[in-house]
């Protein structure tokens, strides 16, 4: 994004009304503390429950970290403008927020396909799935699923870099994203706007394939468990990571594929809102109460810091 004689943005936020702003801020401020707060949860109990050293949870616990930096890129700047009234944003910290918040967003893609193909493994093939979901397959897939978000940001984001901003520096959201950016450049965007679109079908199609196919073959070796209890089972087993899957892919595909939804400005600020705040606090609750194991770990881990405690 360079800029000819703009250095700063103005992010217009929501709203000027001055009592909804107090509302959105309180709303914002409770969201991200519960978000913060079930992530680290999640994170921390992966690390001192020895019942939680599986493959399912070490995703589980790489996505609650993708979580709170993708929430925070976004939300504490955001609470900061309501709250003393600064909507000014340099443009290196416009540029570092669209970095941060693409990169966490795209990989957090890849990650729910890795976490679809270990439920995958666990289900179809349960006898050899210690072998297949090694620690270091896990970590490679991990690494991997980085590498690929950084791989589909590069393209749009280098492009990006050589806008240029000439009359217009208000930015119509409450924070820096690809759309908004594109709206008031005074460059040829036409390249770039069709470069976000593929990069956005590209990582859609192709994480989403791999869900769908996981599933697919979930559910058929489901179908063919002969107890009842055992389909529930299997069914308790995938219900959290498929919620989740829905929630996360039906937002995004809302804002980049419905363009409709693109110039309905308001619309689509709305439902970014929901992406950086309610779905990084519903998913970690989601996970929780819908796990046995990882509620049977926090209860024991309360237990443990009682005794603690006491004595």
């Given at each position: 994004?360079?800029n000819g ?58 996505f609650s ?97 050589n806008l ?148």
């Amino acid at each position: 994004m360079r800029n000819g004689t703009i250095t700063t943005f103005i992010l217009l936020g929501l709203t000027d009304d001055p009592e909804l702003q107090v509302l959105i801020f309180i709303f914002l401020f409770l969201t991200y503390t519960l978000s913060i707060t079930g992530n680290l949860a999640i994170i921390i109990l992966t690390f001192v429950d020895p019942h939680l050293k599986t493959p399912m949870y070490f995703f589980l616990k790489n996505f609650s970290f993708l979580e709170i930096s993708f929430t925070s890129a976004i939300i504490p700047r955001y609470l900061y403008s309501i709250a003393t009234g600064d909507n000014v944003i340099t443009y290196n910290a416009c540029v570092i927020q669209v970095f941060f918040t693409d990169l966490c967003g795209v990989s957090e893609f890849f990650l729910l396909a890795a976490m679809s193909y270990d439920r995958y493994v666990a289900i179809c093939k349960p006898l050899h799935y210690v072998i297949i979901m090694s620690n270091s397959v896990c970590r490679i897939l991990n690494i991997c699923c980085w590498v690929a978000g950084l791989c589909i940001i590069i393209p749009p984001l280098s492009l990006g870099l050589n806008l240029k901003f000439c009359d217009s520096n208000i930015i119509d959201h409450f924070g820096c994203d690809a759309f908004p950016l594109v709206k008031i450049s005074c460059s040829d965007t036409r390249f770039m706007e069709w470069t976000v679109i593929i990069c956005a079908i590209v990582t859609l199609n192709m994480t989403l394939t791999c869900v769908v196919l996981s599933y697919a073959y979930i559910i058929k070796t489901i179908f063919r468990f002969p107890s009842v209890q055992q389909r529930k089972k299997a069914f308790s087993t995938c219900s959290s990571h498929m919620i989740v899957v829905s929630i996360t892919y039906g937002t995004c595909i809302f804002i980049y594929m419905n363009p409709t939804a693109k110039e309905k400005v308001t619309i689509n600020k709305v439902v970014s809102l929901l992406i950086s705040s309610i779905s990084p606090t519903l998913n970690p609750f989601i996970y929780t109460l819908r796990n046995n194991q990882v509620k049977k770990a926090f209860e024991d881990s309360i237990k443990r810091i009682a005794l603690l405690s006491t004595k």
